[in-house]
């Protein structure tokens, strides 16, 4: 799955709406969603990371071994290089908001 899909199945979850709904919304509402997202995290993602904290405080109050919060972050997906990273945002933006404006924000961000 690349990330374009990651973030409209995400979208749907956060929307509480079908894959296909998501699918059928208007480019420029996608858009504007994407440019939200990419600020405020989505719902699912700030509930891992507040459990993470949880277990990260219970482990080293209730443990002679210190851990790190890394620790307890879920590992979802292998990690990449910044480069793969960089292409396929850069793919991502040319989808949703075409190339000449996703080479603008890419060259201006």
Not at 60 to 85: G, M, T, W, Y
Request: charged fraction near 25%; charge should be negative; proline fraction near 4%.
């Amino acid at each position: 799955m690349n990330s374009l899909e990651e973030f409209h199945c995400k979208l749907a979850i956060e929307l509480h709406m079908s894959l296909v709904e998501v699918l059928n919304l208007p480019a420029w509402e996608l858009k504007r969603w994407h440019e939200y997202f990419s600020t405020h995290p989505f719902t699912n993602d700030v509930f891992e990371y507040q459990l993470a904290q949880i277990s990260y405080i219970l482990y080293n109050s209730n443990s002679s071994e210190r851990a790190e919060l890394q620790d307890f972050i879920p590992k979802l997906a292998p990690q990449r290089d910044s480069q793969e990273v960089l292409r396929e945002k850069l793919e991502v933006l040319r989808t949703i908001f075409g190339k000449e404006e996703a080479e603008y924000y890419v060259n201006n961000s």
